[in-house]
């Protein structure tokens, strides 16, 4: 089995110890995705894809990340779960999604992904320079995204009708029966149904009254 590609894509914060992202092809056939080449204390190494460990909610069974303080789905505070450890005694809070399983391999990537990064580090400073390095999430095509959910069959929602100018806020949801307007033909100022004004006192405001004239919507 032999590495056939490397793309690389370099990272621009100066001072990080992430340099650069890549995907390495084996044999024309098989692609890893986002590994990574970070600045070590002994030198540049290769870091496999990878995912954070979670753990079970005890209240509703979600998995959240290890050391997780509140549960994403119900937020349930969670317990303190102490992480296991790896060989060199560090918190294990990562697990590989792919990897090799023998040093050969390891070397292998090692060697070919590392002689690519400086290899990209020249081509970067060409004029015109453009990353090889493909990136899946970034490539959205929102006309033909919706062109491709109306050939699906499906409906897009119509949008939430808005009230007629001067009608009653009190405006029904669609399909839904109108809430009753007990102010309906008062005038802007009137006591509540049933009840008279006291005396000497001004009447309720009637907040349902139909304004004069043109009016915004709240």
């Known amino acids: 089995m032999k590495i056939t590609e490397v793309r690389i894509k370099l990272m ?3 001072g990080e110890r992430l340099k650069a992202f890549c995907s390495i092809t084996f044999d024309d056939c098989f692609v890893i995705r986002d590994l990574k080449i970070i600045d070590g204390t002994s030198g540049f190494f290769v870091a496999m894809p ?4 979670t753990s079970h909610c005890p ?7 290890i050391r997780a303080s509140f549960c994403n789905q119900c937020g349930a505070k969670l317990p303190i779960q102490m992480p296991t450890r790896d060989e060199d005694g560090r918190a294990k809070l990562y697990a590989d999604i792919a990897h090799p399983i023998n040093s050969m391999a390891r070397e292998m990537i090692q060697r070919e992904v590392i ?13 015109g320079y453009v990353s090889r390095y493909d990136e899946f ?7 033909q995204n919706m062109n491709d959910f109306r050939a699906s069959g499906n409906r897009m929602p119509a949008p939430y009708p808005q009230p007629p100018m001067g009608q009653n806020p009190y405006y029904p949801y ?3 029966v109108p809430y009753p307007n007990p102010y309906a033909g008062q005038g802007p100022y009137a006591p509540y149904p049933g009840q008279a004004p006291y005396p000497g006192q001004m009447p309720y405001p009637n907040p349902y009254a139909v ?8």
């Open 12 to 14: 621009d914060e100066p």
């Open 137 to 143: 999430d970034m490539e959205f095509d929102e006309e």
């Open 211 to 218: 304004p004069r004239g043109p009016q915004p919507m709240p």
């Open 59 to 65: 209240v509703c069974r979600y998995k959240n990340p």
């Open 115 to 127: 002689a690519a990064y400086e290899e990209e580090k020249i081509r970067a400073q060409a004029p």
């Open 50 to 53: 990878s995912r954070k460990l």
């Open 174 to 176: 669609p399909g839904q």
